[in-house]
Structures are given as structure tokens and as C-alpha cells.
């Protein structure tokens, strides 16, 4: 665990969040089934209703301040890129561009399977730069930065988007992931089959949502899972420098009589017995890595 101060916040980046709210809620969960089906998930995205995800904004709004904050901070605490960025899932709300994006970091181009998240996107945002892609097709190349906000777990081939960033980047070029939702079940479902030839067939679900699966007789969530997923095929490019993919928490003294907390979309709120207990927790799992630069031959 490392500790930063920045600016009124105090951050803390560390490989397990303090409290894992998604793993509370399998541990209360009973087991389930959930039908999986091996499909064309790309052709499913592509035709997905853009409800599913501008539900996300709801709690985004709410700390829509905090997530600024934590976004600057991770711009200059990794050195990041400000220009010529290339997002990959941008959705219908592009949000990582509208309103997380710092003022200084441009231009900035969202690449979108989706052709009514790409139409609702352009109502919200005229001046945004709106493509069609997919991270599973990537063509551009000598790119200095590729970022997605909750994003890539929907891969249910994760090496495989993996290898097209690389592809992509400039040597010393960034990878930059922001998970601050619920990740894909299938995207974690297909790297569990990866590793043991089988799709789980033990779920835990919360208001008819998955939080987890049953791996080994380990319950274990999605965030879990996910961020094995991708850490895995990070590690698996030699080419690849992994700096992080870790919980990251922005603590915050809150004005008023409640302990606040976002934890990956999930919003809770409690009563604070005392001033100092009014805190304002911003959790999200962030994932960087960078592009070895080439070796110079004599």
C-alpha cells in the first residue's frame, strides 16, 4: 500500500481495496446458476441498448468531482500523455472524454462498436470526435496513448485486445484502464475457461446482478477476476512494462453528515457520529502499463 497527499485528498494505491464491498455481498450471496452461452460477443455489443450503460452515469454524477480529482492524479502521477489519445469504448455518455478528461489533455479520439451509443454520444458531446472500432480490430498505429473507462471488461478474448494495444503504441506509448464499474461476467467467465478449460458454474448475484462466481470452492468477484484477466495479459507481453493495476482510493473530509463511498459504481452512504468520521471514499481499479522503449543497436 502506498500513500500520496494531493491536493485536499489523500490517495492510497494498494493491490486490495480496505474494504471490498463486492466481496461482502457474495459472502452474504447464496449460490446461483447463471446460463452462459458462447456467442459473438462483439456482435452483441454492437447492438446493445444504450440504456445498460447510461445507467452508470446516475452514480458517476455523484462523484463526479472526485473522479476529476483522481483522474488528475493519476495523470500526473504516471506521467501520462496530453495529446493525441485514442479511447476504445467510449459508450453512449463518453465520459472519460466529457468530463474526467484533464483540460490540458488533447486531442482526444473515442473509438465506439456501437452505432446508437455512438449517435447518443454525438447528441451529448457535438465538438467530441466519435468513431466506429473496436479494441478487437485496432488500425492505428504509433499511437502515444490508448485509455478505456470501464471498458475492457468487456474482452472475453483479453490477450488477444491486449496484443492489438500493443500493436498500436509507440514504443514508450501508455496503456491506460479506469474500471469503475461492475466488470463483464463473460469477460471474467471466459478468462476462468483460459485458465481451466471450463466456465464456472457457481454465481453469486445481488439484485439480479452477478458480483462473483465460484472458482475452486474460493468465492471470488468479478473485480477479482477481471483484474487478474488483464493483469495476466499485460505480464505476457514482453514488450510491456506494467506500473499498475491496483485499487486506487481517494479519501475526501465531507461537508456533510454522512461517510460517502463509491466503490465501482456502488454508492453507500452512513450516518457520521462525529465531524471526523464524515469521509468521502472514491474507489476504481486502475491498470497502466507502458511500452518498452527500442533497444539502440551500435
Given at each position: 500500500?502506498?500513500?500520496?497527499?494531493?491536493?485536499?485528498?489523500?490517495?492510497?494505491?494498494?493491490?486490495?481495496?480496505?474494504?471490498?464491498?463486492?466481496?461482502?455481498?457474495?459472502?452474504?450471496?447464496?449460490?446461483?446458476?447463471?446460463?452462459?452461452?458462447?456467442?459473438?460477443?462483439?456482435?452483441?455489443?454492437?447492438?446493445?441498448?444504450?440504456?445498460?450503460?447510461?445507467?452508470?452515469?446516475?452514480?458517476?454524477?455523484?462523484?463526479?468531482?472526485?473522479?476529476?480529482?483522481?483522474?488528475?492524479?493519476?495523470?500526473?502521477?504516471?506521467?501520462?500523455?496530453?495529446?493525441?489519445?485514442?479511447?476504445?469504448?467510449?459508450?453512449?455518455?463518453?465520459?472519460?472524454?466529457?468530463?474526467?478528461?484533464?483540460?490540458?489533455?488533447q486531442p482526444w479520439l473515442q473509438v465506439e462498436i456501437n452505432p446508437a451509443a455512438r449517435a447518443e454520444n454525438k447528441r451529448r458531446n457535438p465538438n467530441a470526435n466519435v468513431v466506429e472500432g473496436s479494441y478487437n480490430h485496432i488500425e492505428y498505429r504509433h499511437v502515444p496513448m490508448i485509455v478505456g473507462l470501464s471498458s475492457f471488461d468487456t474482452?472475453?478474448?483479453?490477450?488477444?485486445?491486449?496484443?492489438?494495444?500493443?500493436?498500436?503504441?509507440?514504443?514508450?506509448?501508455?496503456?491506460?484502464?479506469?474500471?469503475?464499474?461492475?466488470?463483464?461476467?463473460?469477460?471474467?467467465?471466459?478468462?476462468?475457461?483460459?485458465?481451466?478449460?471450463?466456465?464456472?458454474?457457481?454465481?453469486?448475484?445481488?439484485?439480479?446482478?452477478?458480483?462473483?462466481?465460484?472458482?475452486?470452492?474460493?468465492?471470488?468477484?468479478?473485480?477479482?477476476?477481471?483484474?487478474?484477466?488483464?493483469?495476466?495479459?499485460?505480464?505476457?507481453?514482453?514488450?510491456?512494462?506494467?506500473?499498475?493495476?491496483?485499487?486506487?482510493?481517494?479519501?475526501?473530509?465531507?461537508?456533510?453528515?454522512?461517510?460517502?463511498?463509491?466503490?465501482?459504481?456502488?454508492?453507500?452512504?452512513?450516518?457520521?457520529?462525529?465531524?471526523?468520521?464524515?469521509?468521502?471514499?472514491?474507489?476504481?481499479?486502475?491498470?497502466?502499463?507502458?511500452?518498452?522503449?527500442?533497444?539502440?543497436?551500435?
Open positions: 500500500m502506498t500513500l500520496f497527499e494531493y491536493k485536499h485528498a489523500q490517495i492510497e494505491i494498494a493491490p486490495r481495496p480496505r474494504i471490498d464491498i463486492y466481496q461482502e455481498i457474495i459472502n452474504l450471496s447464496s449460490p446461483t446458476s447463471y446460463l452462459l452461452r458462447e456467442n459473438d460477443q462483439e456482435a452483441f455489443f454492437r447492438k446493445q441498448g444504450i440504456e445498460e450503460t447510461v445507467v452508470f452515469e446516475r452514480n458517476r454524477e455523484k462523484f463526479r468531482s472526485s473522479l476529476q480529482l483522481l483522474t488528475a492524479f493519476l495523470w500526473e502521477h504516471f506521467g501520462l500523455p496530453t495529446k493525441d489519445i485514442v479511447e476504445y469504448g467510449s459508450g453512449a455518455t463518453g465520459y472519460f472524454d466529457a468530463v474526467l478528461r484533464p483540460e490540458q489533455v474482452a472475453d478474448d483479453m490477450p488477444h485486445a491486449i496484443d492489438q494495444v500493443v500493436q498500436a503504441l509507440s514504443p514508450g506509448g501508455f496503456f491506460f484502464h479506469v474500471q469503475d464499474v461492475r466488470p463483464g461476467v463473460y469477460c471474467a467467465a471466459s478468462h476462468v475457461k483460459r485458465k481451466t478449460g471450463s466456465f464456472a458454474d457457481v454465481f453469486y448475484e445481488y439484485d439480479n446482478q452477478v458480483f462473483g462466481m465460484e472458482i475452486a470452492g474460493v468465492r471470488r468477484t468479478l473485480v477479482n477476476v477481471f483484474q487478474e484477466a488483464i493483469g495476466e495479459a499485460l505480464h505476457a507481453q514482453t514488450s510491456l512494462e506494467v506500473l499498475a493495476n491496483d485499487y486506487v482510493t481517494l479519501t475526501e473530509s465531507s461537508v456533510d453528515a454522512h461517510h460517502e463511498i463509491y466503490f465501482l459504481n456502488l454508492h453507500a452512504a452512513s450516518p457520521g457520529s462525529l465531524p471526523v468520521m464524515r469521509k468521502r471514499e472514491t474507489t476504481v481499479l486502475v491498470t497502466v502499463a507502458r511500452k518498452k522503449l527500442l533497444k539502440k543497436t551500435k
